[in-house]
Structures are given as structure tokens and as C-alpha cells.
């Protein structure tokens, strides 16, 4: 008997093989950080907006276009980062019920602290990461560019609250992409620590969630244009902050035009679940 034979062409669906050590490709990462990041001082003009909701009501919404000035990513430090309002304005309710005196940590300066890519100490340290486990995840296309996607928690049990989340790396040039953490909620007390400024004595505080996001796009050889923050605290009350910042040109006069109007990293943006009076409601240069 003969049997005669076609060929034929069978595709077949694409399988990831995950050869490397999550932990490692951190690391290389940031070893590459001077590289993927600007190497000179830039001015951003961004946009930002805070809401505090009850329930699905909007009972305050602060909006501002701010400055800020970031130094190079070759020094990964934020002692010399500055924001600075240029415009703002807030809505608030008018319900007596809709205040309340409770402050948590907020403000345009988030922008700053948050940048856990420039602020090393936040979570991308070679000696923080050793509190951290890390995972692969199924791999993803972001703006057509493959990303690893790698998953982290807490593996010890500090005096601090620490992280969780997923970071996004390009595979090509072991770039941050996108970064997503929330902070640990087992231990209340220590969260509370982390984010409340002030509250009326009494007062019960117990937050329920608190999470962050960081996006660096794409422009030219690499993540060096544009970087946006999203985050939020889930109490009885959602407070949202969300920050969207272009490089705007060199930051060749940041320092002396308005030096004494900027505002650095430890400065506190006191943020009211029903804001306090005066929040957000100078023009340029209001510090709190």
C-alpha cells in the first residue's frame, strides 16, 4: 500500500518559558536605572487632583497645576526634588456632616516621595529587597513592547508597614515600566503610623486599604518624558490622589526664581477627609 503525504503548517500557540530568577531581573534593573532614566536635572508642568468621596458622593475635590522640578535618576535620592502650585482651586460640600478632622499624608509632593524608581528607599534598594519574595507572572505587551511582569510580598515582619504589588520591566531594556503596590494591611497599627498626619482625639482610625501606581511612557531611547501617579486611602471615606507630570524643558532656573515657594519631600500636605481651610487654594507657592 502507498500512502502519499502533503505537507501542511501547523502554528502553534506561543509557550513562555521563564528561565531567569525574578529577583535577579529586579536587580539587573535597577542596576540600569542611570541608564533608562534622565541623566540631568528636568522641570515637569503636571496636573494634579485629589477627591475625597462618602459613599458615591464627591464631598471634596482639589485640582492644581504644579511644577516640579526632579534631579537626575543617576543620584537616587529626592532630597533635592521640588513641587511647586502654580494654580489651584477645591470644591468642597457644604454639609456640616461631610467634615471631618482627620488628616492623612497627601498632597502634589506624593509625585516626589512615590517615585519608588528615584526614591530608592521607598522599595527599589538592593538591601530592601531582601524583605521581599518575588514571583513571575504571565508575561504582557505594553504599548506593543513585551514586559516581564513580576509579583512581590512581604517575606519578614518589620516595625514598618511594608508592600505588595507587581512591577512591570521591559524585557528589552530592563526598564521600569509600570510599577502597582499597596501597602500591607495586617498590621493596622503600623499603616496607621504610615499615613495619618492628625486626628481629634478619641477618633477611632482605621484604614481599610491604601494603594499606588507609577507609570513611566515610553519616548525616544528611554523612560525619560512622562510619569504618572495614581493611588488612593479607602477609609469610611475614598481619598484619591492622582498626579500626571511632561518634561516641560532643563530645570536650568528652578532653584533661585522660586526657592522659597517650593515644596521638598518632608513638607506634609495635610489632606482632610473634608479638607482643611486654605487646602489648595493659594496660587503659586503654597506650602503647607
Known amino acids: 500500500m ?6 501542511h503548517a501547523n502554528l502553534l500557540n506561543e509557550v513562555v518559558v521563564f528561565a531567569e530568577n525574578p529577583r535577579m531581573i529586579v536587580e539587573k534593573a535597577i542596576s540600569k536605572i542611570p541608564l533608562n532614566y534622565s541623566d540631568k536635572r528636568d522641570m515637569l508642568t503636571g496636573f494634579y487632583r485629589e477627591t475625597v468621596q462618602k459613599g458615591r458622593r464627591y464631598i471634596g475635590i482639589s485640582e492644581a497645576v504644579i511644577d516640579v522640578s526632579k534631579t537626575a535618576y543617576t543620584n537616587r535620592n529626592t532630597n533635592y526634588d521640588k513641587v511647586r502650585v502654580v494654580k489651584g482651586r477645591r470644591l468642597l460640600s457644604q454639609k456640616a456632616s461631610d467634615t471631618l478632622a482627620v488628616k492623612v499624608v497627601g498632597g502634589p509632593n506624593l509625585s516626589i516621595t512615590l517615585d519608588v524608581v528615584k526614591n530608592k528607599g521607598a522599595l527599589l534598594d538592593m538591601e530592601e529587597l531582601n524583605n521581599y519574595e518575588f514571583w513571575m507572572a504571565e508575561s504582557m505587551l505594553i504599548d506593543n513592547r513585551m514586559q516581564y511582569v513580576i509579583n512581590f510580598r512581604p517575606k519578614v515582619i518589620l516595625m514598618y508597614a511594608l508592600l505588595y504589588g507587581k512591577l512591570y520591566i521591559d524585557r528589552e531594556r530592563l526598564s521600569f515600566t509600570r510599577i502597582e503596590m499597596s501597602l500591607d494591611m495586617q498590621d493596622k497599627s503600623k499603616v496607621t503610623t504610615a499615613i495619618l498626619y492628625k486626628k481629634p482625639l478619641g477618633l477611632r482610625f ?18 525619560r518624558r512622562r510619569s504618572c501617579h495614581r493611588g ?9 490622589p492622582r498626579h500626571c507630570a511632561d ?8 532653584r533661585h526664581p522660586f526657592r522659597d515657594a517650593a515644596c521638598g519631600q518632608d513638607t506634609v500636605f495635610p489632606v482632610d477627609a473634608g ?8 496660587s503659586a507657592g503654597y506650602c503647607s
Open 275 to 282: 479638607f482643611s481651610p486654605g487646602h489648595m487654594e493659594s
Open 232 to 240: 488612593g486611602y479607602r477609609l469610611s471615606r475614598r481619598h484619591a
Open 206 to 223: 482605621k484604614p481599610q486599604e491604601l494603594y499606588h501606581g507609577v507609570v513611566h511612557h515610553l519616548s525616544g531611547p528611554a523612560h
Open 2 to 7: 502507498t500512502v502519499w503525504l502533503t505537507p
Open 247 to 254: 518634561v516641560r524643558s532643563d530645570d536650568t532656573g528652578f
